[in-house]
């Protein structure tokens, strides 16, 4: 399944968007391909170069979903805040009695 497929599935694409999207997409894949034809390329720079092209995604992206649609993609696979620091651990129930 392509990544526009995918989309369509995760957060229910129109036709319109769906085109829109592809070349995004597609100009992501190559720019991605090229990175890492770069052997030559420092790590730390690399993964400074992979953020930006992502990024420049995620704006174009933006411009083409709607805000549910946005939410719920910029939302996934989020993990919950780590805990303060010097806050109390959560107290796990006792377990009933036999």
Same mark, same amino acid.
């Given at each position: ?18 085109? $829109?999207?592809?070349? &995004?997409?597609?100009? =992501? ?6 990175? !890492?034809?770069?052997?030559?390329? #420092? /790590? ?15 704006? $174009?992206?933006?411009? &083409?979903?709607?805000? =549910? ?6 939302? !996934?696979?989020?993990?919950?805040? #780590? /805990? ?15």
């Amino acid at each position: 399944m392509d990544r526009t497929e995918f989309m369509t599935r995760f957060l229910g694409l129109t036709d319109e968007q769906k085109e $829109k999207l592809r070349p &995004v997409f597609a100009e =992501e894949t190559k720019q991605i391909a090229e990175l !890492r034809k770069n052997t030559q390329m #420092p /790590a730390e720079e690399r993964r400074t170069k992979y953020q930006e092209i992502r990024n420049a995604t995620d704006a $174009k992206m933006k411009e &083409v979903l709607t805000a =549910e649609q946005w939410e719920k993609y910029s939302s !996934r696979g989020k993990r919950p805040a #780590p /805990a303060t620091p010097g806050a109390p651990a959560p107290v796990r129930p006792a377990a009933p009695p036999k």
